[in-house]
């Protein structure tokens, strides 16, 4: 396997990852309508269980997370392409990219797919208080 084909293995990977994560908390945060029952308090306001709000917390989190994940590596990658064409770097051109460029991206999938992860456990443990066997 060839450096590219790595590469090129890992972004596939990671998009996938991505849109399955973001499935999967949208799909959360539906269940936990559901399941929440849409109770209303004296207050006015919507009663859920403290499980099924730490999991929805969670995955509206990993959700903001995504969405920072895609805004940061789109202007770290921007600027980057900016300056270099800026300094006559023509489009086929091997521009040198620093290793460090997609750290925050990186950062942000990950601590999104804990979210996921974090918030499923969430919201499996609400369930199970919930529904009887």
Do not use: H
């Amino acid at each position: 396997m060839t450096l590219r084909e790595a590469i090129d293995a890992y972004k596939d990977l990671s998009g996938r990852a991505s849109d399955v994560g973001r499935k999967l908390a949208f799909a959360g945060i539906a269940v936990i309508w559901v399941f929440s029952g849409g109770i209303v308090s004296a207050k006015g306001s919507i009663a859920i269980s403290q499980r099924f709000f730490d999991a929805g917390l969670c995955l509206t989190i990993a959700l903001v997370l995504d969405f920072l994940q895609y805004l940061v590596a789109t202007a770290m990658w921007g600027v980057f392409t900016n300056r270099k064409e800026r300094k006559g770097a023509g489009p086929d051109e091997d521009v040198g990219t620093p290793s460090f460029i997609n750290w925050p991206a990186d950062l942000f999938f990950e601590l999104k797919s804990v979210g996921v992860v974090v918030g499923y456990i969430f919201l499996a443990i609400g369930l199970s208080t919930r529904i009887s066997w």
